[in-house]
């Protein structure tokens, strides 16, 4: 077939996050976090799993360092936790918590690895979450507070920013379902929750054009292609309006300055989110970024009812249907409809059973297949003309995957937790060579 070549200094990269692989919970004195509390409240999370070692990187960053140089990695997107920053989330930053990222940043620099730093990958201080959380706009301040210490402290060394991880997430996993912290029920919250992270989100990016800083910056959003179910035009108004929860609820807002009229007149004017929202907030929200982080897992098939409806195989995680093309038809959507803003990939990936074999490799073919199938899509997106700049697999490690527990395996990296020893999967030697030749192996 044709040769499947990414252009010139396209950075391949892999993602992780704080909570997700740092461990070292009450070290060097890091805060508590809404993830600590859930996560040891029993009935949580698979198992009773909780981030309290994780993959121990906190301490063993030197060697995934080395193992991110031996993969050729061009960009290394991480977060930083909020608590190790600022314990209960205001005051006086912690100096030995910011040390630790300085650490990290140089080791990075020295190995000629870009980084793409998260300010909040879901990681509250609990002593905020107490105060109301991302309920209670003041929260969204004391993010930009935060967000100005760290700008300070470590912008010399980051290129690039992303401020508020999958603010959908937290919306939907936070607050509608529950499965994520800070475990709530409550569909009125929850939308108020979303405005005060994009109003944080828009602070953070204030922040740092105020305070001089010369990094880039942008929103990381987890966008899910929404598809009929079928023909009927039930369904297609249905459709519309699920991929305005979804998508345009944060696009529109982040991107153009308004949220979407079909999504507020569907809460309705007496609802916590609409009656939240101040006169400046969108001008804030919509302070102009520099790039638009894209994660991508699924697609979502809608029914006349509005309800999610399975159409393709799913893979470990139930919630994802393997369907690679959906990842061009949002590519080229954003590209389309949002001022060909640079794009970057920041997550998209999978979760296989991995165990080592017997001569002690990982042979995680499904993970390369997965990957290939989105990579060649991806291609096809650039050759179609999307200001696509990098792709960053999700994950660099197997972590804490949030309810999950470890039992879900995500890495290219494989981390037998009882020894802490990492193993190259098969779909790291391969992504190896894909960084190496730029293109698809
Ligand atoms: C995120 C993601 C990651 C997950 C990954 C697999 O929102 O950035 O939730 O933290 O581990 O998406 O589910």
Redesign the pocket.
């Known amino acids: 077939g044709p040769e499947l070549r990414f252009p010139d200094g396209f950075q391949w990269g892999a993602?992780t996050?704080a909570y997700?692989i740092e461990g070292a919970a009450k070290d060097d004195g890091r805060g508590q976090s809404v993830w600590d509390t859930f996560s040891h409240t029993p009935g949580r999370t698979r198992g009773g799993d909780t981030g309290d070692v994780a993959a121990d990187h906190y301490h063993r960053y030197r060697e995934d360092l080395d193992l991110m140089k031996e993969l050729g990695l061009r960009s290394y997107r991480f977060s930083i936790a909020w608590p190790r920053i600022q314990a209960d989330g205001t005051g006086q930053p912690n100096q030995r918590g910011l040390d630790f990222y300085r650490r990290l940043l140089d080791g990075l620099h020295e190995r000629d690895i870009a980084p793409m730093a998260t300010l909040f990958?879901?990681d509250l201080p609990q002593a905020l979450q107490d105060a109301g959380g991302w309920e209670s706009r003041d929260t969204a301040h004391r993010f930009a507070d935060y967000a100005a210490t760290v700008f300070d402290a470590l912008g010399d060394r980051v290129p690039t920013w992303l401020t508020v991880?999958?603010p959908k997430?937290v919306v939907q996993n936070g607050y509608l379902s529950g499965h994520h912290a800070p475990g709530r029920n409550d569909p009125d919250a929850a939308y108020l929750v979303a405005h005060h992270l994009q109003l944080g989100h828009g602070l953070a990016v204030q922040a740092l054009r105020g305070g001089g800083g010369t990094g880039r910056i942008g929103p990381?959003l987890?966008l899910h292609p929404c598809y009929p179910a079928d023909d009927a035009a039930d369904t297609a108004a249905a459709t519309r309006l699920y991929d305005g929860y979804e998508n345009r609820l944060y696009l529109d807002s982040i991107l153009k300055g308004s949220y979407p009229e079909d999504v507020l007149a569907d809460l309705g004017p007496d609802s916590r989110m609409v009656r939240g929202i101040r006169d400046g907030d969108l001008e804030i929200i919509s302070s102009p970024v520099d790039l638009l982080a894209v994660?991508y897992?699924t697609p979502i098939y809608v029914t006349a009812d509005g309800d999610q409806v399975r159409r393709w195989p799913t893979s470990e995680?139930e919630w994802q249907q393997l369907y690679p093309d959906g990842l061009f038809d949002i590519l080229t959507r954003v590209a389309r409809d949002y001022d060909r803003l640079p794009l970057s990939i920041t997550?998209n990936?999978l979760?296989t059973p991995d165990r080592p074999g017997a001569d002690g490799s990982v042979d995680d073919a499904g993970r390369i297949s997965f990957l290939r199938d989105h990579l060649t899509v991806a291609h096809r997106a650039v050759a179609a003309g999307v200001p696509l700049e990098s792709f960053h697999v999700?994950?660099l490690l197997d972590?804490f995957?949030?309810a999950e527990g470890y039992r879900?395996r995500?890495g290219l990296v494989y981390v037998d937790y009882p020894s802490q020893r990492r193993i190259l999967k098969r779909s790291a030697h391969w992504y190896r060579e894909v960084i190496a030749a730029n293109r698809i192996v």
């Open positions: 993602a996050s997700q990958h879901w991880n999958e997430t990381a987890n994660q897992y995680a997550e990936g979760p999700w994950s972590n995957e949030w879900q995500w």
